[in-house]
């Protein structure tokens, strides 16, 4: 049985094409300003990739923030149950699922089946989550992928205000007047958002294992920030941006067997 | 040199061209949302009871501002409120006509951002920007205004009201079970009398004020009808029922029980009938938390009844809406004493306001929402908080603790008085529901 899953975020379309639950495809495009037609090319790239054609795939859900624009999606499913689906599928012993993308982070706790049973979203502000760091990045002068390895070289800890991405900036020039090496700006801007991160995993209680996905979890710099404020590991999958898309196409399976 | 009787305390000045034209646009704007959110309730419900039509046209505030104008005309005054501390009754019994003057209209709480800052809860600063404008019907015919100092924003607005009108504040004690604050609240209760006496020139007499609160039993015992039906298979939309439980706010009392007896009559009848509003499998839903006001104020019960999947409002627990009529006045005898006693025990010590606390914190809201959950049979709890509204997100733990220990998920969901955030807030929603019917399928 083949399925697949269309995660559209907010700053990329994932897709993930599953067969007989191993994964077959994986797949990105930027959503840009037409998320359904990048939506259409990542599942054409996926298709190709894996060697298939559309009429193959049994059942296509679709999740993220824009899942009603996938024209070519059987179903939909939240981008929580999603998580909570990806989550328990990569890590069995996983119960807390955190997401941390270009626009929100939220925890999600799961039973053993990879089933929400609760969870708490950001509040409307960005400064917990990706574009944050690509705000600051910019700041700093420093290209995206630099920023966490340059956070890892800094000695101390010094700290930003991290209530609003425009504040937050604010503080870094005011670092940056100060002459604080980048290193430890870099390391504030990740530790700022770990300080909001944390609360709300807090509020929601934290079950382990704790998975970290979401494209956020390849940063390195984040990660460590996140790490030492919650004082606990995280696991996190080789793919962790393709988690809300591979949740989907779980979810897709199930959906095939219930029909 | 401004005479200093005319000087404002924190309004600012605008200008009439000004006033007119954002009162003009904002009404518009107001006015094609609320047909808008009748016309989707009118296609939620297939058979939705004809007994609705009354409260779809009420809810119209044009037809009820005639009516005040008329009666102000024949020599009658309009007592304005805002929190749920003010003894109607005493208004009812003096001849004069009680209406409730918080504001829900979106727009007018970026009015209020010149006034007070963004941080302060958006009724508070929209109930200033529709002063401002002369947006509110209620709030610009009201002769007076009665507010009860329960949290900080209803305080400092009374304050700035007081640039316009008389505000008459009653002070709530926040201790409910200590001896002193009954009779606290008891003389607090008399002083109002007395304004409200001197202000209609008319004396508030035992005969009358049994009269009135004979009314408002008949009114709380049309209300309760219509929460008890709720509780059976949804034979009328959670949306609908609010709006009905809103109209009090604002309608004719005596008209506004005889419709929604009506209303019931014809909601049992399709209860016989079995012809459910929605399936009786669609997950129950209650909100609590920061009162949502009519017309603009609208946006999370029906992101609740239209999401995907769909839920249905079964309950509340809002100052706006079940929290308004609940409780009778319970008399023993028809002596004056005894019906101001019965008077000021209801407005104080029924209430579930979070500006309550004990040693016990505000157990009696606990209560009652563990309450509603058993008897309305509720699935899920969305928690509604705007943002600024301080005493209902800090009780959030305490409600969320109690709801976890009978495995009773809740959501905190957080907005503030604008549009755009329909989006995320329907995603959220939709996860919550999503997890409430735990369909077998994800």
Same mark, same amino acid.
């Given at each position: 049985?083949?399925?697949?899953?269309?995660?559209?975020?907010?700053?990329?379309?994932?897709?993930?094409?599953?067969?007989?639950?191993?994964?077959?495809?994986?797949?990105?495009?930027?959503?840009?300003?037409?998320?359904?037609?990048?939506?259409?090319?990542?599942?054409?790239?996926?298709l190709?990739?894996?060697?298939?054609s559309?009429?193959?795939?049994l059942?296509?859900?679709?999740?993220?923030?824009?899942?009603?624009?996938?024209?070519?999606?059987?179903?939909?499913?939240?981008?929580?149950?999603?998580?909570?689906?990806?989550?328990?599928?990569?890590?069995?012993?996983?119960?807390?699922?955190?997401?941390?993308?270009?626009e929100?982070?939220?925890?999600?706790?799961?039973?053993?089946?990879?089933?929400?049973?609760?969870?708490?979203?950001?509040?409307?502000?960005?400064?917990?989550?990706?574009?944050?760091?690509?705000?600051?990045?910019?700041?700093?002068?420093?290209?995206?992928?630099?920023?966490?390895?340059?956070?890892?070289?800094?000695?101390?800890?010094?700290s930003?205000?991290?209530?609003?991405?425009?504040?937050?900036?604010?503080?870094?020039?005011?670092?940056?007047?100060?002459?604080?090496?980048?290193?430890?700006?870099?390391?504030?801007?990740?530790?700022?958002?770990?300080?909001?991160?944390?609360?709300m995993?807090?509020?929601?209680?934290?079950?382990?294992?704790?998975?970290?996905?979401?494209?956020?979890?390849?940063?390195?710099?984040?990660?460590?920030?996140?790490?030492?404020?919650?004082?606990?590991?995280?696991?996190?999958?080789?793919?962790?941006?393709?988690?809300?898309?591979?949740?989907?196409?779980?979810?897709?399976?199930?959906?095939?067997?219930?029909? | 040199?401004?005479?200093?009787?005319?000087?404002?305390?924190?309004?600012?000045?605008?200008?009439?061209?000004?006033?007119?034209?954002?009162?003009?646009?904002i %009404?518009?704007?107001?006015?094609?949302?609320?047909?808008?959110?009748?016309?989707?309730?009118?296609?939620?419900?297939?058979?939705r009871?004809?007994?609705?039509?009354?409260?779809?046209?009420?809810?119209?505030?044009?037809?009820?501002?005639?009516?005040?104008?008329?009666?102000?005309?024949?020599?009658?005054?309009?007592?304005?409120?805002?929190?749920?501390?003010?003894?109607?009754?005493?208004?009812?019994?003096?001849?004069?006509?009680?209406?409730?003057?918080?504001?829900?209209?979106?727009?007018?709480?970026?009015l209020?951002?010149?006034?007070?800052?963004?941080?302060?809860?958006?009724?508070?600063?929209s109930?200033?920007?529709?002063?401002? !404008?002369?947006?509110?019907?209620?709030?610009?015919?009201?002769?007076?205004?009665?507010?009860?100092?329960?949290?900080?924003g209803?305080?400092?607005?009374?304050?700035?009201?007081?640039?316009?009108?008389?505000?008459?504040?009653?002070?709530?004690?926040?201790?409910?079970?200590?001896?002193?604050?009954?009779?606290?609240?008891?003389?607090?209760?008399?002083?109002?009398?007395?304004?409200?006496?001197?202000?209609?020139?008319?004396? !508030?007499?035992?005969?009358?004020?049994?009269?009135?609160?004979?009314?408002?039993?008949?009114?709380?015992?049309?209300? %309760?009808?219509?929460?008890?039906?709720?509780?059976?298979?949804?034979?009328?939309?959670? %949306?609908?029922?609010?709006?009905?439980?809103?109209a009090?706010?604002?309608?004719? !009392?005596?008209?506004?029980?005889?419709?929604?007896?009506?209303?019931?009559?014809?909601?049992?009848?399709?209860?016989?009938?079995?012809?459910?509003?929605?399936?009786?499998?669609?997950?129950?839903?209650?909100?609590?938390?920061?009162?949502?006001?009519?017309?603009?104020?609208?946006?999370?019960?029906?992101?609740?009844?239209?999401?995907?999947?769909?839920?249905?409002?079964?309950?509340?627990?809002?100052?706006?809406?079940?929290?308004?009529?609940y409780?009778?006045?319970?008399?023993?005898e028809?002596?004056?004493?005894?019906?101001?006693?019965?008077?000021?025990? %209801?407005?104080?010590m029924?209430?579930?306001?979070?500006?309550?606390?004990?040693?016990?914190?505000?157990?009696?809201?606990?209560?009652?929402?563990?309450?509603?959950?058993?008897?309305?049979k509720?699935?899920?709890?969305?928690?509604?908080?705007?943002?600024?509204?301080?005493?209902?997100?800090?009780?959030?733990?305490r409600?969320?603790?109690v709801?976890?220990?009978?495995?009773?998920?809740?959501?905190?969901?957080?907005?503030?008085?604008?549009?755009e955030?329909?989006?995320?807030?329907?995603t959220?929603v939709?996860?919550?529901?999503?997890?409430?019917?735990?369909?077998?399928?994800?």
């Amino acid at each position: 049985m083949i399925t697949a899953g269309v995660d559209l975020g907010t700053q990329s379309v994932k897709v993930v094409i599953l067969k007989h639950g191993q994964v077959l495809a994986r797949s990105k495009a930027f959503s840009g300003f037409d998320p359904a037609r990048a939506a259409e090319q990542a599942f054409g790239q996926a298709l190709r990739q894996a060697g298939i054609s559309s009429s193959d795939v049994l059942h296509v859900t679709a999740t993220g923030s824009g899942m009603d624009l996938a024209s070519n999606a059987n179903s939909t499913v939240s981008m929580m149950s999603a998580d909570a689906k990806a989550g328990v599928y990569l890590f069995p012993t996983a119960r807390t699922v955190v997401d941390v993308g270009a626009e929100e982070a939220r925890a999600v706790k799961c039973d053993d089946k990879g089933v929400m049973v609760d969870f708490v979203v950001n509040e409307r502000c960005a400064a917990g989550a990706g574009t944050f760091i690509e705000a600051m990045a910019r700041a700093l002068e420093v290209k995206l992928e630099e920023m966490g390895p340059l956070s890892l070289k800094a000695e101390r800890a010094s700290s930003i205000n991290a209530s609003c991405v425009i504040f937050g900036e604010s503080d870094v020039v005011s670092l940056i007047h100060r002459q604080e090496p980048k290193p430890e700006i870099a390391r504030a801007i990740f530790d700022a958002m770990a300080d909001r991160i944390s609360p709300m995993m807090h509020r929601l209680g934290i079950t382990p294992d704790v998975v970290l996905v979401g494209g956020v979890a390849k940063d390195v710099g984040f990660v460590a920030s996140l790490k030492r404020k919650l004082g606990i590991e995280l696991l996190i999958p080789e793919y962790p941006e393709y988690a809300g898309a591979l949740g989907a196409a779980l979810v897709a399976v199930n959906r095939v067997k219930k029909v | 040199m401004k005479n200093p009787s005319e000087e404002k305390k924190y309004m600012l000045d605008i200008s009439q061209k000004e006033i007119e034209e954002l009162r003009t646009t904002i %009404r518009a704007t107001s006015k094609k949302m609320t047909a808008e959110y009748i016309e989707r309730m009118r296609k939620a419900d297939k058979n939705r009871p004809e007994a609705m039509r009354y409260f779809d046209e009420i809810a119209d505030f044009e037809k009820r501002e005639k009516e005040l104008l008329a009666a102000k005309e024949s020599g009658k005054k309009v007592i304005g409120y805002m929190c749920l501390f003010a003894p109607i009754e005493l208004i009812l019994a003096a001849d004069a006509i009680p209406v409730r003057v918080n504001s829900g209209w979106y727009d007018a709480s970026k009015l209020g951002d010149r006034v007070v800052p963004v941080e302060v809860c958006p009724m508070v600063r929209s109930t200033i920007g529709a002063k401002m !404008i002369g947006l509110s019907p209620y709030l610009e015919l009201s002769d007076a205004l009665i507010s009860g100092l329960t949290c900080d924003g209803m305080t400092k607005l009374s304050e700035i009201l007081s640039d316009y009108k008389p505000v008459w504040a009653m002070a709530v004690p926040r201790l409910k079970d200590s001896t002193q604050s009954l009779s606290f609240w008891r003389e607090e209760m008399k002083t109002l009398m007395k304004q409200i006496e001197a202000l209609t020139g008319n004396k !508030i007499t035992r005969s009358k004020l049994k009269s009135a609160i004979e009314l408002t039993q008949r009114a709380t015992k049309a209300f %309760r009808r219509l929460q008890e039906i709720r509780k059976g298979n949804p034979v009328i939309m959670g %949306r609908d029922a609010m709006l009905v439980n809103q109209a009090y706010m604002w309608d004719d !009392i005596k008209r506004w029980t005889e419709k929604t007896e009506a209303l019931c009559e014809a909601l049992e009848e399709r209860a016989r009938q079995k012809s459910w509003a929605c399936s009786p499998d669609t997950p129950r839903v209650m909100v609590t938390g920061t009162p949502m006001i009519w017309p603009d104020n609208w946006k999370v019960p029906s992101i609740i009844e239209e999401a995907n999947p769909q839920g249905l409002l079964v309950a509340d627990e809002l100052c706006s809406s079940e929290r308004l009529l609940y409780d009778p006045v319970g008399v023993d005898e028809w002596t004056m004493d005894d019906m101001l006693n019965a008077i000021a025990e %209801r407005y104080l010590m029924a209430s579930t306001c979070p500006c309550f606390t004990s040693e016990d914190g505000n157990k009696d809201r606990v209560n009652w929402i563990l309450n509603k959950v058993k008897e309305w049979k509720v699935n899920g709890v969305i928690y509604y908080v705007v943002r600024g509204c301080m005493l209902y997100a800090m009780e959030y733990m305490r409600v969320k603790k109690v709801l976890d220990r009978m495995s009773v998920p809740v959501y905190y969901l957080d907005t503030e008085y604008t549009r755009e955030d329909v989006g995320p807030l329907k995603t959220r929603v939709e996860a919550f529901l999503e997890m409430l019917t735990a369909r077998v399928d994800i």
